[in-house]
């Protein structure tokens, strides 16, 4: 009596750009609380802003919100 199996749903393309948001983010986000930690002197106009602490923080939540919104 084998029941018949269901077929597999394919993930939506939105699931894959979360997990890549998601690691992308991170690694942004640690790099830049790296420099914050180590003092890194930066040469550019805004550096003082740590853009790479803000946008690796908001890629880590946008790629968060399509993971868990497309799992």
Known sequence: ?????????????????????LSMGGLILLAGLYGLARGFQYTTVLARLRPDIWWGAVMVAAGAIFFVKNR
């Not at 018949?4 to 393309?13: A, C, F, L, V």
Request: aromatic share 14%.
């Open 1 to 21: 009596m084998n029941e018949p199996e269901e077929p597999k749903k394919m993930k939506p393309i939105w699931y894959f750009v979360g997990l890549v948001l």
